[in-house]
């Protein structure tokens, strides 16, 4: 085999290597849409982790500014929708949205299908603005 033809052969390995690269990628990305956590209705959506656990799914939600008096978490299918008002509203002058006031929290968090989101719990950290959300899982 020439030498040429071996070239010609990394180069095309190179290249399938490469692509297959940028094809898992894609997909990895691509489950991951992009979009803002704000609205120009003057909703802005909050930080949240979901964490699996052996028994229950716990959903840490932070919640900077917000009146925890007004928070309302309702579980429904496999979602659990959260809004919670902010104690005042806030602009920011710097930000290209600078029209917008946001006033309230707004999130549907969606959860697998073996959660029961009708028996969850919820714990509030008022001194850090921190919520967490406690839904077990269905026994089988």
Excluded at 43 to 70: R, W
Excluded at 118 to 127: G, L, N, P, S, Y
Aim: with cysteine.
């Amino acid at each position: 085999m020439s030498s040429r033809r071996i070239r010609d052969m990394l180069r095309e390995f190179e290249r399938e290597i490469e692509e297959t690269i940028e094809e898992i990628l894609d997909n990895i990305m691509g489950t991951y849409e992009a979009k803002p956590l704000w609205s120009k209705d003057g909703t802005l959506e909050p930080l949240v982790s979901v964490v699996e656990k052996e028994d229950k799914y716990v959903i840490t939600i932070d919640l900077p500014l917000a009146n925890l008096e007004t928070l309302s978490i309702t579980g429904k299918y496999n979602y659990i929708e959260l809004r919670c008002k902010l104690k005042q509203s806030v602009k920011l002058s710097d930000w290209p949205m600078s029209r917008t006031e946001f006033r309230e929290y707004r999130k549907t968090i969606t959860l697998p299908n073996d959660a029961d989101v009708a028996k969850f719990e919820i714990r509030k950290h008022v001194e850090y603005s921190i919520i967490e959300i406690i839904v077990p899982k269905k026994k089988t």
